[in-house]
């Protein structure tokens, strides 16, 4: 039964790549696709044509499902990729482990040196692969050079990395012996990444990941396919241009049966998933049967807090940032704004305001602010979850509405008056949907923001410093980002990236993140000609 369920979960997860291959066959679509029309001719700077192979293990291939991927602003096809079958899943899974063999053995500020090229290569094609993020996935154009930005980044941050990664000297109780530390690769890391971010996460994992002498399998999102074989592309010539197997970072499209599979897979040594909590939980679920490592990034249901003596200045730009950024389609979105009951009024109008005056368009248009949602799919989540708010006592203060253009435009959207506890305050929709509560003390405002499932974003407004280190400290905040007069996006690729609850746990990107990737040993050596025990046992 558990496995029927799970299989469930990943085959919703590959839904709607599936549903978009059927609306358009190939024969029908020649002349439709958007990479054939001149205005985005920019697409084959990328190695991008209209049928594009969907498997890499330093050869390209495909040879299962063709899907076809559709930009979420007007709903037209882009371009085509032929997924993975599960017998080329196998083959790549073998050559990567092959590649493990020659990688393991570059000592890790030589696999820095591979990870510094390979951002050199991301920073030559910025925009032009921001473009297709912004294209392929509906976010606007500047915020999709900016993920491009933080892959570029987490190289940069991993090149220095290669040469500090080790563990301590530690003393030992016995004289003439060393104790010590020793990490190393943990060797295959699959990465199964989501729509919203599908080319940061893979960079976050990726670099990481390499400097620490592990070899990568991707499977991105069935329905950023496009963006997956760009990337892949830079990564390989970087590769081939070195000599080293094309295999260290392979990639296979694909839908449920792929992800199964990597899940299932004992020789995947670290299965790194970023998506939904319910799928989530049915991949730790496969991963955990087998013992396997994993690395979950799953759901947010994030909350600022505004107390009294708040800069009104800074909350409500945070506030609108937060949950207007990417159509409210980051992990970390602010989804809940609670609200000191004595700025409640004025927080609430002056926002609405700012509401209004969002740029909406298309995402590739420098000026716009906000752009579609990913798919139809997410328009009629948007929908259900705006009558649920009604149902269990919203006011609406604006938004509500699908808009009335091409794509998958719906309007950004403020409801106040719901408990702080309503069912749909608790549950994370993907939307652009901010709820409003009013509060009157700290330790209700504390409660209610670590009384959802997730626990991954949180911010407070406030100028009391006590109150801040009551935050931070362990009656605090219960998330993995805890913030003060900032936003509850936009994290910095410095320090760790990760939630605590149903937010899975993982961490991935900066401060001692590399660990994840890596094996530790705690290692005794006794250079005496004395054999001592621990603990002064003597066994004569």
Known sequence: MQRVLVLTALRHSALTAKVRSVRLQPSAAMSTLLINQPKYAWLKELGLGEDNDGVYNGTWGGKGEVVTSYCPANNEPIARVRQATLAEYEETVQKAREAWKVWADIPAPKRGEIVRQIGDALRKKIKVLGSLVSLEMGKIYVEGVGEVQEYVDVCDYAVGLSRMIGGPVLPSERPGHALIEQWNPVGLVGIITAFNFPVAVYGWNNAIALICGNVCLWKGAPTTPLTSVAV????????????????????????????????????????????????????????????????????????????????????????????????????????????????????????????????????????????????????????????????????????????????????????????????????????????????????????????????????IFTKDMGRVFRWLGPKGSDCGIVNVNIPTSGAEIGGAFGGEKHTGGGRESGSDSWKQYMRRSTCTINYSKDLPLAQGIKFE
């Not at 990639?251 to 049966?257: I, K, L, P, R, V």
């Not at 897979?265 to 991949?283: A, C, I, P, W, Y």
């Open 232 to 459: 892949t592309k830079i990564v390989a010539e970087v590769l081939e241009q070195n000599n080293l197997p094309g295999a260290i970072c392979s990639m296979t499209c694909g839908g449920a049966d792929i992800g199964t599979a990597l899940a299932k897979d004992e020789r995947v040594d670290l299965v790194s998933f970023t998506g939904s909590t319910h799928v989530g939980k049915q991949v730790a679920l496969m991963v955990q049967e087998r013992f396997g490592r994993q690395l979950l990034e799953l759901g947010g249901n994030n909350a600022i807090i505004a107390f009294e003596d708040a800069d009104l200045n800074l909350v409500v730009p945070s506030a609108l940032f937060a949950s207007v950024g990417t159509a409210g389609q980051r992990c970390t979105t602010t989804r809940r704004l609670f609200l000191h009951e004595s700025v409640h009024d004025e927080v609430v109008e002056r926002l609405a305001k700012a509401y209004k005056q969002v740029r909406i368009g298309d995402p590739w248009d420098p000026s716009t602010l906000y752009g579609p949602l990913h798919t139809k799919q997410a328009v009629q989540q948007y929908l259900a979850a705006v009558e649920k708010a009604k149902q269990q006592g919203g006011t609406l203060v604006c938004g509500g509405k699908v808009m009335d253009r091409p794509g998958n435009y719906v309007e950004p959207t403020i409801f106040t008056g719901l408990a702080h506890d309503a069912p749909i305050v608790h549950t994370e929709t993907f939307v652009p949907i901010l709820y409003v509560m009013k509060f009157k003390t700290e330790d209700e405002a504390f409660a209610w923001n670590n009384e959802v499932k997730q626990g991954l974003s949180s911010s």
